[in-house]
């Protein structure tokens, strides 16, 4: 079975991010044990929603396109 890596949204570690429940609206929580922040890959509140500024930032320092393509919502059919 394929397992995603996740991608702390404020650090940018994956070796520390564990799942943390779910979300009244049903979506995944993620939780990283380096800077103990907690964080959705979706969210339906778009005041949370990743900006396209940092999805510039992330991707200038590398992270990798399956977590990008998370960001900014692609899906592959």
Do not use: W
Request: net charge positive; with cysteine.
């Amino acid at each position: 079975m394929f397992k995603r890596r996740v991608h702390c949204r404020y650090c940018s570690k994956t070796n520390a991010v564990k799942k943390h429940g779910t979300a009244p609206s049903g979506y995944q929580r993620y939780r990283c044990g380096h800077c103990q922040k907690t964080f959705q890959i979706n969210y339906i509140y778009q005041a949370y929603k990743i900006s396209d500024e940092e999805i510039v930032n992330k991707m200038q320092n590398g992270l990798d396109n399956e977590f990008n393509d998370l960001s900014i919502n692609v899906n592959y059919l």
